[in-house]
T-cell receptor, first 113, second 113 residues
Framework: NAGVTQTPKFQVLKTGQSMTLQCAQDMNHEYMSWYRQDPGMGLRLIHYSVGAGITDQGEVPNGYNVSRSTTEDFPLRLLSAAPSQTSVYFC????????????FGQGTRLTVV | AQSVSQHNHHVILSEAASLELGCNYSYGGTVNLFWYVQYPGQHLQLLLKYFSGDPLVKGIKGFEAEFIKSKFSFNLRKPSVQWSDTAEYFCAVENTGFQKLVFGTGTRLLVSP
């Protein structure tokens, strides 16, 4: 059982580049979310989805887009990377309609230079 | 909006010492409460959760937490810590129906052998 899989694990981008962080879960969870983790700031919610075709903004959505075309996948797109987006990104899913008991991926460490 | 405070940012203990980490949240109503642990270099894992019922909940690895509604608190405790408990601990709160999990800023625990 793979759980929540994130790719890539590490990425370096130049300012202005775009990229997509991938997240997939094989637990048939309806709820999925993206967080960024920064030192001293805990985890902050970027976007979330309560099911296929439904997404909504979290606390820090600017500069990021998401889509949810299937239950399994929830990619996070950085439109034009900025140094302020240097962070560790975690994807999570849960089997309830809300975030509830979240299962986290291994994280993606992104550096924007 | 909900906010979660973890007042201890760094805690250093010797093995066998007792642990208590504070967690307070700002917004009342019906809440689900969680403690997550992040071991060095790893993703977040659920330590314990409270949805309803007995306000004293027990989790994995000998951890427990007590929900005190009147104090908006959900403190984490362990009677005797081990070196392997070295990690970062996050408190998280979900207001039912709000579909968002709000994290505290985390507490780094270092247990010296």
């Amino acid at each position: 059982n793979a759980g929540v899989t994130q790719t890539p694990k590490f990425q370096v981008l130049k300012t202005g580049q775009s990229m997509t962080l991938q997240c997939a879960q094989d637990m048939n969870h309806e709820y999925m979310s993206w967080y960024r983790q920064d030192p001293g700031m805990g985890l902050r919610l970027i976007h979330y989805s309560v099911g296929a075709g439904i997404t909504d903004q979290g606390e820090v959505p600017n500069g990021y887009n998401v889509s949810r075309s299937t239950t399994e996948d929830f990619p996070l797109r950085l439109l034009s990377a900025a140094p302020s987006q240097t962070s560790v990104y975690f994807c999570a899913s849960s089997y309830t309609q809300g975030p509830g008991e979240a299962f986290f991926g291994q994280g993606t460490r992104l550096t924007v230079v | 909006a909900q906010s979660v405070s973890q007042h201890n940012h760094h805690v250093i203990l010797s093995e066998a010492a007792s642990l208590e980490l504070g967690c307070n949240y700002s917004y009342g109503g019906t809440v689900n409460l969680f403690w997550y642990v992040q071991y060095p270099g790893q993703h977040l894992q659920l330590l314990l959760k409270y949805f309803s019922g007995d306000p004293l909940v027990k989790g994995i690895k000998g951890f427990e937490a007590e929900f005190i509604k009147s104090k908006f608190s959900f403190n984490l405790r362990k009677p005797s810590v081990q070196w392997s408990d070295t990690a970062e601990y996050f408190c998280a709160v979900e207001n039912t129906g709000f579909q968002k999990l709000v994290f505290g800023t985390g507490t780094r625990l270092l247990v010296s052998p």
